[in-house]
């Protein structure tokens, strides 16, 4: 690992929304501006100041040799923007940027394709064009086609493929190539379930090659797959970098969970609240974050206030959508309700494991008195918890269930003869 | 002399920067940068795989789904030449220094054909590969480069034409015929060399598309091609020959046909070809950095 293999200081773009005065958009000014190379300069007469917008702003990073990095955030923070830059296709503004090594961007999938050439002949064109040798395309070109699936259509010209085809076959080319960095943008988001599928298995491919990968996404889940630690971009910085479990989970806590906390009522005058809680066993420093299945326990910190009589408390777990998962309460035909006199308790529930798909959740605790029913505290706590298990279900985000359960898989070959052999089932007698 | 990012370590052999000395790897720096670019000779000569790929790009699709394919290269010369015939030569009876105007004329028409497709092809290059521009990098002249030299392709099918004229009107093959793969390298600088302006500003300023065809039109009778350029008075001779087509048209003909070769205008053609060359690499190369987020 050790070597560096992208090196990002300070670097910045600046991009410009709206233009200065009229006398610097002429073509003469233009162009005079282009050969003396002072077009950038202000003028101190503007009545309207030029307006810029940056869209990465004193950006350092670095990513070591072999690393896998996921890049999230919202759209328009600068992700695209960072790929751009460290692909060569636009220049920085300020700071720099190191990358060793031989880089290939995939920020579309089908570059330089040609409608009116044939996906033959597309395939040369957009391997050169992506940086492959003619004879390193002519060596793959058998495992370009098969990855592709487009045997028979390899002599149609690509404006007559559907868009399917055209994604396909794009990726296939993308997929072999031969970089030491690549930079890739959103690409795995299209095509079929099966063929992203594929997709997504031949990046694991690229990853697990010791190819060091930037990775952009939308697709928490395949972020989550392939990507060992992560960035999380908002507004043009870096928000938060760390593994992937936690740096996802906390940004889609953000993203989704929208509705503000509610705080328990103010101190005056309380019989009892809920101040705090943690998660034990949860396998990171955190103690809001879950990265095992082994037993884990949560515990509420309790501060009574006056005498509660009979009491019992209510304990639920929601995900983001507000679907309840799981829910446990403090009573117990045995015990029965809950007296507590003045003072701190800790309410502990122990739990075999939380098999949760990687998501954050929302905790909601409360207590009644039984007498009359009587709300003693109702409490959102936040921060959420953040499960940050790695995923043992369906690649894709859509096919990702509640549960988070391993599984093992196997086929065994059953005795007796097919259906489709000469004794059907629905054969009579 | 900075470019927008460095091969630093020296590449090993192969026509990519692979293994080298820092860990194993070639290091590119990027950095923004002000001033004056120099050309990447290194890496668009390394860069040839790709440059041939984008000429062979541009023949395959030029004549696609066309019913006369290469036929329009000839026929489009050839359809001027006989309004040019006729209207020039049989009309206002403009002198062609003795030879049949038909085949002085087309002697021009074929050069002159080339440079005004090349022009019209390398201004909208840039614009035409947005696509390309946005999404990959590679040395942005392969693209104005790779138009002008498949625009070649027309041109040597339309000569052939114009030995069939000279074998048609029994004229001499004459040994000026040596010189003409001078004028037609001059003839390609002077094209990349307007052009790279043109393509250059026509990512900002969408105009070129408009002016370059009415550019064109005016060029074409500030050039000797339906008259003889012994008509231009010598009093206008010098400013005359600043068109750098003069001289380039001049000695097409000459080659070709043996009519009065091109003199001092020569050296003034010359000299302003290399001017717009050098000044349009230099245009192209400041604006390429940003050429990707104006496009």
Sequence with gaps: MGDTAISVRGLGKRYRIRYGPPPDRTLRGRLSSLISGEGRKSRPDQRQPEEYLWAIQDMSF??????????????????????????????????????????????EVGTGFHGELTGRENIFLSGAILGMQRSEVIRRFDEIVAFSELEKFLDVPVKRYSSGMYVRLGFAVAAHLNPDILLVDEVLAVGDLAFQRRCLGRMSDVAQEGRTVLFVSHQMTSIRRLCSSTMWFDGGRIRAVGPTGEVVARYESESLGAAGPTTSEGPRGYQARYLSWRLKGG?????HVISTLDPVAFELELDVGQKVQA???????????????????????????????????????????????????RLHASLYEADGHRLLDDWWAMPELIVATSPQSHPQDDWQGVLNLPFQFRVVPCEGPSAASPSPRDSPG | ???????????????????????????????????????PLREIWDSRDLLGYLIWRDLR????????????????????MIVFTVFFGGLLKVPSEGLPYAVFSFAALVPWGYFSSALGGVSGSLVGNAGLLTKVYFPRLLIPLGNMIARLADFGVALLIVFALIAYYRLPLRLELLSLPLFLLLMMVCTLGVGLWLAAINVYYRDVQVIVPFLLQLWLFATPIVYPSSLVGSRWRVVYALNPMVAIIEGFRWALLGTSPPDLSLWVSLAMSLVFLASGILVFQRTQRTMADVV
């Design chain 1, 62 to 107: 670095e990513v070591s040799a072999g690393e896998v990095v996921g890049i999230i955030g919202r759209n328009g923070v600068g992700k695209s923007t960072l790929l751009k830059i460290l692909a060569r296709i636009t220049e920085p503004t300020t700071g720099e940027a190191d990358l060793y090594g031989r880089v290939s961007a995939l920020l």
């Design chain 1, 283 to 287: 396998g990171t420093q955190d103690p």
């Design chain 1, 311 to 361: 009491g019992y408390g209510g304990f639920e777990l929601f995900d983001l959508n507000g679907q309840l998962i799981w829910s446990g309460s403090t009573h117990d035909e045995e015990r029965g309700d809950l007296q507590l006199s003045p003072g701190r308790y800790l309410f502990e529930f122990h739990l075999p494991n939380l098999p949760l798909r990687p998501a954050a959740y």
């Design chain 2, 1 to 39: 002399m900075s470019r927008t990012s460095e091969i630093v370590a020296s590449p090993s052999g192969g026509s990519r920067p692979e293994g080298s000395s820092l860990g194993g790897h070639s290091l590119t720096r990027i950095l923004p940068h002000q001033g004056v670019e120099g050309v």
């Design chain 2, 61 to 80: 699709v030029r004549y696609k789904q066309t019913l006369l394919g290469a036929g329009w290269a000839i026929l489009q010369p050839f359809i001027s």
